[in-house]
């Protein structure tokens, strides 16, 4: 159950409290775009409201602070609904400190197991290959989120020596890995589409011999979803090679992070690409973010792409239960695309992050009206 519903003028409203981490380089200006845009879809529903609280949590809070978040943040962090979050990362700072000190301590605490991104090429976004339609790139990754490769279990020992040796253990439990094969399934039952599982038993010969018989038994249970299973080298060939056959997908962390970023690459570039960090149990908030990074390059210009950003505040609209408006969302971000008029430079345009964010809700505005 989310939100305080509380009455206002014989309305019932429902407020969903939004914690915003906006972070480091474009993180902020990405945000900001993703919040106007929540914020006009409130306007124009009159039963919900978001209220945002924003933390100045980062690489600038740990260059005063020395650490990335407040010791109690994740305490403070558990009342919310939902983390809106922008990007971390900046120079000076160690990538894996701001990786694990921030974004991997939230997604871990709160179970954040299921990874969502969606790699579907929007009308009028550029299509890159050459033998592909646009209809062809649609597929959802559904990747593990808690545990696998990005486990943090290891050793480094001898440090520094001559026969020093490190350890990065993967972990796949029986629950972690059943829990997302079955959200997956229950996703492809839900969509009526085929459900891909991305493993790699050949070489990787415990845990993806276990990843694939895990599928098989999740599999029985599900007999009206078509399946397909692929070996990761394979997948990445074909998802470029013949993208149609991918619908619904799921895999574990380390390939999913890998192969989202080349789904990205399909679905319009890495300022248009979403993710969604989801605890479905809903006993803890869930995270919603762009998927690039705090791009240093171009941070404080204003020309940063906030489309990525105002398609995960679309995932957060879906998580709330607020489908009709996700879509409406992605629906005004085709139209401006389309229109090809106000766009970032990234995209070829000449337009800035705020004049995006501002033609995105004037076109909401219109569909909506
Ligand atoms: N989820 C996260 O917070 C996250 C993800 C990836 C990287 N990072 C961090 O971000 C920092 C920079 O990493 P990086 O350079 O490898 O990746 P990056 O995604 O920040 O940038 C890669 C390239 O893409 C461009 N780019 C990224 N987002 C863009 C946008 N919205 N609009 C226009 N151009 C965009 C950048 O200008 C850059 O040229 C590092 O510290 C890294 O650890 C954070």
């Avoid at 179970?111 to 991104?117: F, G, K």
């Amino acid at each position: 159950m989310f939100g305080i519903k509380a009455k206002k003028e014989e309305i019932i409203v429902e407020t969903f409290k939004i914690a915003v981490i906006a972070g480091d380089g474009i993180g902020p200006e990405v945000i900001n775009e993703g919040v106007k845009v929540l914020n006009k879809v409130a306007e124009l529903d009159s039963g919900f409201q978001f209220e945002f609280t924003y933390f100045p949590w980062g690489c600038e809070f740990y260059t005063k602070h020395g650490k990335m978040m407040d010791d109690d943040g994740i305490e403070q962090l558990k009342e919310f609904d939902a983390i809106y979050l922008g990007a971390v990362g900046f120079p000076g700072v160690p990538d894996h400190i701001s990786l694990w000190d921030l974004l991997l301590r939230i997604r871990k605490s709160f179970d954040q197991y299921v990874n969502i991104r969606p790699v579907t090429l929007l009308k009028g976004a550029h299509l890159p290959l050459v033998d592909a339609k646009r209809e062809d790139i649609d597929m959802l990754f559904i990747r593990e989120n808690s545990e696998g490769e990005y486990s943090g279990a290891g050793d480094w020992l001898f440090k520094g020596q001559e026969h020093e040796v490190v350890l990065q253990n993967s972990v796949f439990s029986r629950k972690g890995t059943e829990r997302i094969i079955r959200y997956a399934f229950e996703m492809a039952k839900k969509e009526g589409r085929s459900l891909t599982s991305i493993s790699k038993a050949n070489a990787l010969n415990y845990s993806m011999v276990f990843w694939d018989q895990v599928f098989e038994e999740v599999s029985a249970d599900y007999p009206e979803v078509d399946t397909a299973s692929y070996l990761v080298d394979a997948a990445a060939m074909l998802m470029i090679k013949d993208p149609k056959r991918f619908e619904v997908v799921v895999t574990s962390n380390l390939f999913g992070d890998i192969l989202t970023d080349l789904g990205a690459a399909l679905a319009g570039g890495i300022g248009l690409a979403a993710g969604a960090n989801i605890n479905p149990e809903r006993k803890f908030p869930s995270m919603f973010e762009p998927i690039h990074g705090s791009a240093p390059d171009i941070a404080g210009q204003g020309v940063a792409n906030p489309l990525a950003s105002i398609w995960s505040a679309s995932q957060m609209l879906d998580f709330f239960g607020y489908e009709q408006y996700g879509r409406t969302v992605l629906e005004a971000m085709e139209h401006l695309l389309v229109e090809g008029e106000v766009l970032t430079p990234d995209m070829n345009g000449t337009a800035s992050t705020s004049e995006v964010g501002d033609r995105v809700v004037h076109i909401i505005d219109s569909l909506i009206k």
